[in-house]
């Protein structure tokens, strides 16, 4: 069965005139009817009863007349899609966001592809960077940003660099931690430590201190970063996060201390400081696997783990 030969039916089913059809289709009259017959051989009956000046549907082309219609307009919005993606004029594109990426560092890029595709429609969904790589392979993404700290690249994916982002500590003002020039990975034991779900490093940082002998204690667990640096700074604990959180958040009773200027980004009630390189000094990688893209920030295997101002 042919998408023209369905075509033909139809137009024969509403004008109940082969003449009309084929003048509706822009055929001879021949050629409809050849199409026409075809069609009723294939089904196994007419289609049509054909009586002189009157023609009407046969039983079985009323009972198929409904199914046909469906298959010619899903056709016809089949072709209308194939062509828009062609043409780019209308293609969705699902991008996988980790949610603990700032939307600062990645608006340019979003707006940057509206502004040469136009024609892309940008879906965009948060989740965590375990999730976000496994639908991606999977094929339910198209596009993933998100950070996991590893010195073995991965091999499913293919990556390209987007950005680099420091991981901090995140203290109280008045933590006795909160002033010190370098903090040292045995300082942090026994501290109470506040636990972000959706953490980067959530578990590779288990080992370091596990080597060092050092025990930190979870006292809270958050999937949102404002309630972490809510907890933070009311004196619960200290936190690992990005050094742009606390920035982007507006945290009112946070400041962030950058590890190479020590400013203060904004004002009072905790004190952020800079994870040392080897930690903490993770490249965003964007990464295309068929057609597709992921970023993974990447962090070499430390010997060591300090926080300074």
């Known amino acids: 069965m042919e998408i023209s030969q369905v075509r033909y039916f139809l137009a024969v089913a509403k004008e109940l005139n082969f003449t009309r ?3 509706q289709c822009n055929v001879t009259q021949p050629a409809l009817s050849r199409a026409i017959k075809l069609l009723e051989d294939e ?12 023609t009407h549907l046969t ?17 016809r919005q089949a072709k209308q899609i194939a062509e828009q993606y062609v043409n780019l004029k209308k293609m969705p ?22 502004r040469h595709h136009p024609g892309v429609e940008l879906h965009l969904c948060d989740s965590d960077a375990v999730n976000l790589r496994k639908r991606l392979l999977e094929g339910d993404l198209e596009a993933a940003i998100y950070a996991l700290p590893s010195d073995v690249p991965d091999e499913e994916v293919h990556s390209l660099p987007l ?3 420091q991981m901090v500590m995140a203290v109280h003002l008045s933590h006795r931690l909160a002033n ?18 959706n953490c980067e490093f959530a578990g590779y940082a288990d080992a370091i201190l596990a080597r060092q002998g050092v025990t930190v204690s979870p006292v809270y667990w958050s999937d949102r970063d404002d309630w972490t640096l809510a907890m933070i700074a009311a004196g619960l604990g200290f936190g690992f996060m990005p050094e742009h ?5 507006a945290w009112r009773h946070c400041r962030s201390r950058s590890r ?13 400081a800079g994870i040392r390189l080897r930690l903490a000094r993770w490249s965003a990688k964007q990464r295309r696997r068929n057609g597709s893209a992921n970023g993974q920030r990447h962090c070499p295997p430390p010997n060591d783990l300090a926080v300074r101002g």
């Open 93 to 114: 594109l699902r991008v996988g966001i980790m949610s603990t990426i700032a939307p600062d560092e990645i608006i340019e890029l979003i707006a940057a592809v509206r």
């Open 163 to 165: 950005f680099r982002e």
């Open 245 to 249: 959180t606390p920035s982007t958040l």
């Open 180 to 197: 010190r020039r370098v903090v040292r990975v045995k300082d942090m034991s026994n501290e109470s430590y506040i636990h972000r779900n």
């Open 59 to 75: 039983e079985l082309g009323r009972m198929v007349e409904t199914y046909l219609e469906g298959v010619f307009e899903n056709s």
């Open 21 to 23: 059809a084929a003048e």
């Open 260 to 272: 190479n200027s020590g400013a203060t980004s904004i004002s009072s009630r905790c004190a952020a």
């Open 43 to 54: 089904f196994g009956g007419p289609l049509f009863h054909r009586e002189r000046r009157f």
